[in-house]
């Protein structure tokens, strides 16, 4: 594997995240909310929360989303998947809810997120947040707020690695077969 972004620059982005959510958002900042999406999509809401924050926004409610029964996928899934818990502790109505992820891909799990999320009520508006955009889309989803996009090939893995699940705060890059940091 090669990093290809350091902990300064994942930082970076994050911030550049905040900035532009702050710039480009209309709606009223007193009715948004951020939904990470298990599992590295949890801390980076809390930290992009944090972030807006920092920069003037009023304390924004932040939940958290496990959509491993709402995967198309499932039948070629693990036998054993690890299920986290769903935690929205905020009524949606009303609000502008960011879902926010590491990494947008397929878009296949921004859709199974907007399933679930559908579950628990109707926002006015739902907006995607993702630290890295990589392209190479299967459905006709795209970000709002993207921290850094990376163009990486079919056969590339691309891994966020954040302090809070991995002990660092990383972007690597991997062929797909291939293991272990280089």
């Known amino acids: ?24 958002v209309e709606e009223p900042r007193d009715r948004w909310a951020l939904i990470g999406i298990h599992s590295r999509g ?13 920069k003037g926004s009023p304390e924004i409610p932040v939940g958290s989303m496990d959509i491993t029964f709402y995967r198309d996928d499932m039948g070629e899934a693990r036998l054993n998947p690890v299920v ?14 960011f879902l926010v992820d590491d990494v947008l891909y397929t878009g296949r799990t921004i859709r199974c997120a907007l399933d679930e999320l559908m579950d ?3 926002p006015d508006r739902v907006r995607l ?10 459905l006709p989803i795209q970000p709002d707020v993207v921290g850094e996009t990376l163009l990486a090939d079919a056969d590339q893995r691309v891994e966020v690695h954040l302090e809070e699940v991995d002990g660092e705060d990383a972007v690597w890059i991997a062929d797909k077969r291939g293991s272990g940091k280089e």
């Open 1 to 24: 594997m090669k990093k290809i972004f350091s902990q300064t620059e994942v930082r970076a982005a994050i911030a550049k995240m905040a900035e532009k959510i702050l710039r480009t």
């Open 84 to 97: 986290q818990d769903t935690d929205i502790p905020f009524d949606l109505s009303g609000r502008t809810i």
């Open 120 to 122: 628990f009520g109707r």
């Open 42 to 54: 949890v801390p980076l809401a809390k930290r992009l929360a944090a972030a807006l924050r920092e």
């Open 129 to 138: 947040a993702a630290l890295v955009d990589r392209g190479r889309r299967e």
